[in-house]
Nanobody, 111 residues
Framework: QEQLVESGGGLVQPGGSLRLSCAGS????????LGWYRQAPGNQRETVAS???????KYADSVKGRFTISRDDADKILYLQMNDLRPEDTAVYYC?????WGQGTQVTVAS
């Protein structure tokens, strides 16, 4: 089924960690650059991290060294490991592959 479904969001304290998952058949599409995006209230959607079919990764400056994007082809899951979370990371996080978007998962970082 050609859809993406995110999970793993939640409420976490500053400095904590979360791992987001994005499941669906498009994860294995070789033509896709897989990506994680986020959108906070009042802000535009921004790219957080991307992963090419060849394994090249790219991160927003604000998350470099804290977030890691990875993929499990066997299970068709895209991950975003988020460490040392900050209040400014609060947003709805979306995964993407070409024309396919997930429904989003809320991440809230607060004491």
């Amino acid at each position: 089924q050609e859809q993406l479904v995110e999970s793993g969001g939640g409420l976490v304290q500053p400095g904590g960690s979360l791992r987001l998952s994005c499941a669906g058949s498009p994860i294995t599409y070789s033509a896709c650059v897989l990506g994680w995006y986020r959108q906070a209230p009042g802000n535009q959607r921004e790219t957080v991290a991307s992963l090419s079919a060849g394994g090249f990764t790219k991160y927003a400056d604000s998350v470099k060294g804290r977030f890691t994007i990875s993929r499990d082809d066997a299970d068709k899951i895209l991950y975003l490991q988020m460490n040392d979370l900050r209040p400014e990371d609060t947003a709805v996080y979306y995964c993407n592959c070409g024309p396919f978007w997930g429904q989003g998962t809320q991440v809230t970082v607060a004491s």
